[in-house]
């Protein structure tokens, strides 16, 4: 098989048939670009180039299964019981006349259906060379242009359209029909291309899925899958799996139930993970779980793409995601990175609490939004002076990212101080929808937020709670926008010189305040980031730019660094190595000029520093399994990394 970076296993982009064809048969060769397709493609053109060295591969391959089935047929007779070996993935070889498989081949693309394949496709790149080699003669115009020329043209196409919603169907199409080119794009022009493919324009997309849905870029599972979820995973076209991003559409960003049209949000997400953090595009599957919807508009919306029903709750739901967990760990083992994403309060915590120690899950809206708050508020401590406990913090919003922020912010002072963790809290007050919470609310508090309960008079609102706790931070991740009012931003610069503000909730529509708000209200002196981006501000003739604080920063070098140490658990110590190399990737001149973030333009770098320190987390903490350790894990985390370069064609 054609390996396309040495012995990089990231960079390894064969699919998981291809590469059990190079472990059944224990020898290197080289081909052309391999697809997976199912048997129906068989026959195609795209056939016709299937090299000699690669048709007595798969007679092999065929003799091999023929002879492991027949063997494990005979065996099937005797004992009741079918085991493939490990690396048997789908059975193929065990399984006997009586059992349902999968039909996958391995075929070579060429001609017609290689222009028509994500994966491989080229367009104008390919060469002359390659378009004799691959009948693609009179398929494609004359012209021969570069991969950096096609960049130029798609992001002049882009410019042309007005409407964000537009830009971002022409990136899905891209990702549709060039996959590598999508990518170029997206890392050449990530401080661009963010706000398409991510927040906040994929809210949009999510709202609007049913219209604009075209091709299913994940797998649906639903309560009609339910007993046949592992079946449903194995019609997934790729097998070596190492990130899957779940939601069941209950929280979206700051907009609520989307149900099944949640999808925009582990698509989004995955290809962050490529993009930034360099995982290969083919090793990532995004999931919705579609238990039903409460959101009565898409209930009686004719375009809606879900189950036309309300929210299972209670067993129905817990058996249906127990169910998806075993399906996964069953078929893609241990190591396998499961992020949820975007699941309702009750739900995620109770997953997280369940599955943390079963299975290698990481929640971003409650650990990947604590680690890069962290990390912006170890940053501004630069600017505002202090130790992490000589501050006191405030949240609007109780929830996953609030309590998830606020925990690991009193882990960390309780690392750094000694005290306990219990005593570090009392540095943190949050505020839900009924006002502060204190001591005399803790009985009808959910368990998440009872560790917040402190002595306190009851206070309703939020302007309220600012004028009595007087925070040096205030933080923002209710998913409610307008909240942080000109009173509100008024009294934190009453009594701070430089008030922290961070507007957390997602998408723009819904951030606590603008920058220019944030800015003007406190004359210049906020120290502001926020979840969605902000265009810098003038204010008084100065320009203010703020960093976007956004679990963007963190996720994908953090799963990139559970990936390369194989890790089978995530543990907390992970999250604040992760927040501490984020936070010193802030240099002197980004503080300058007040932002607590670096840019994004350096994410790559980035991913792989943060990368490097989660994966030297995992072995200090006996939870890696790539052994041995790589000495320089840094260099290691950028090699591994998928690059989106053309690869030449033989
Ligand atoms: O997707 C984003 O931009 C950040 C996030 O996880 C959320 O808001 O739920
Ligand atoms: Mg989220």
């Known amino acids: 098989m054609f390996s396309l970076n040495g012995s990089s296993f990231l960079n390894n982009s064969l699919s998981g048939v291809s590469k059990s064809l190079t472990q059944s048969t224990q020898r290197k060769i080289s081909a052309p670009p391999v697809v997976v397709a199912s048997v129906s493609s068989n026959g195609k053109p795209g056939d016709r180039n299937v090299s000699v060295l690669m048709e007595n591969t798969l007679k092999e391959m065929r003799e091999t299964a023929t002879s492991s089935s027949s063997s494990a047929a005979v065996e099937q007779e005797s004992k009741s019981t079918v085991g493939g070996g490990v690396e048997d993935v789908y059975g193929e070889d065990s399984a006997t006349e009586h059992q349902y498989i999968t039909p996958w081949t391995v075929t070579v693309a060429s001609g017609y259906p290689l222009l028509r394949d994500p994966h491989y496709n080229k367009g104008l790149a390919f060469t002359e060379k390659e378009r004799d080699a ?76 049913g219209s604009i849905f075209r091709q299913p870029q994940g797998l649906f599972i639903s309560l009609k899958e339910k007993g046949r979820i592992l079946e449903v995973l194995k019609n997934w076209p790729e097998k070596k799996i190492q990130v899957i991003v779940v939601t069941d559409g209950e929280r979206i960003l700051g907009l609520g139930d989307l149900g099944c049209q949640g999808m925009g949000i582990p698509v989004g997400k995955l290809s962050l993970y490529s993009a930034l953090g360099g995982i290969r595009p083919s090793a990532c599957l995004p999931v919705t779980i579609d238990v039903g919807t409460n959101n009565e508009q898409l209930l ?11 929210r299972a709750t209670g067993q129905e739901y817990a058996e249906l995601l127990h169910e998806f967990m075993s399906a996964v760990k069953q078929n893609y083992g241990e190591k396998v990175l499961i992020q949820f994403e975007d699941f309702a309060n009750h739900n995620a915590f109770d997953l997280l609490a369940k599955y943390g120690s079963t299975h290698l899950v990481f929640n971003d809206d409650i650990q990947g939004t604590a680690s890069v708050v962290l990390a912006g508020l170890m940053a501004a401590l630069n600017l505002v002076g202090g130790t992490l406990s000589e501050h006191r913090f405030l949240f609007l919003g109780a929830g996953e990212a609030g309590t998830g922020i606020a925990e690991l912010i009193a882990l960390e002072m309780s690392k750094q101080t000694g005290v ?41 609102t939020l302007l309220d709670a600012v004028k009595s706790i007087k925070p040096t931070v205030l933080i923002g991740s209710s998913g409610a926008g307008r909240t942080f009012t000109k009173e509100v931003v008024e009294a934190m610069a009453s009594f701070n010189e430089k008030p922290v503000i961070l507007a957390l909730s997602n998408p723009t529509s819904q951030s606590e305040c ?107 903490l006996g939870l890696a399994t790539r052994l041995p350790q790589p000495e320089n894990l840094e260099a290691y985390a950028e090699s591994c990394m998928y690059s989106p370069n053309y690869r030449h064609y033989r």
């Open 134 to 209: 691959h009948f693609l003669r009179g398929l494609l115009p004359p012209v021969v242009i570069s991969q950096d020329l096609q960049v130029k043209k798609m992001m002049h196409n882009m410019r042309q359209y007005q409407v964000p919603l537009q830009r971002y169907m022409a990136m899905m199409d891209l990702q549709e029909r060039n996959e590598r080119l999508f990518y170029k794009l997206l890392i050449d022009n990530v401080e661009e291309l963010l706000p398409v493919v991510y927040t906040p324009t994929v809210g949009e997309a999510c709202q609007k899925y």
């Open 300 to 310: 009686n919306d004719e375009f809606y793409i879900g189950l036309r029903r309300r």
């Open 420 to 460: 306990p963790v219990e005593e570090a809290r009392e540095k943190i007050w949050l505020v839900d929808s009924k006002g502060l919470i204190v001591k005399s609310r803790v009985e009808s508090l959910q368990h998440f937020k009872r560790p917040w309960a402190h002595e306190h008079e009851p206070v309703r």
């Open 514 to 620: 603008t920058a220019e708000e944030a800015y003007t209200w406190s004359e210049g002196r906020a120290i502001f980031a926020s979840g969605s981006p902000f265009s810098p501000v003038e204010y008084n003739g100065k320009f203010y730019a703020s960093g976007q604080a956004n679990n963007a920063y963190i996720f994908p070098g953090f799963g990139l660094g559970l990936i390369i140490s194989g890790a089978i658990r995530v543990h907390d110590d992970m999250l604040l190595a992760a927040s501490e190399a984020l936070a010193e990737q802030v240099s002197q001149e980004n503080l300058d000029k007040g932002l607590i973030y670096p840019p994004f333009s350096n994410i790559r770098k980035i991913s792989a520093q943060i990368a490097a320190r989660v994966a030297a987390k995992a072995y200090e």
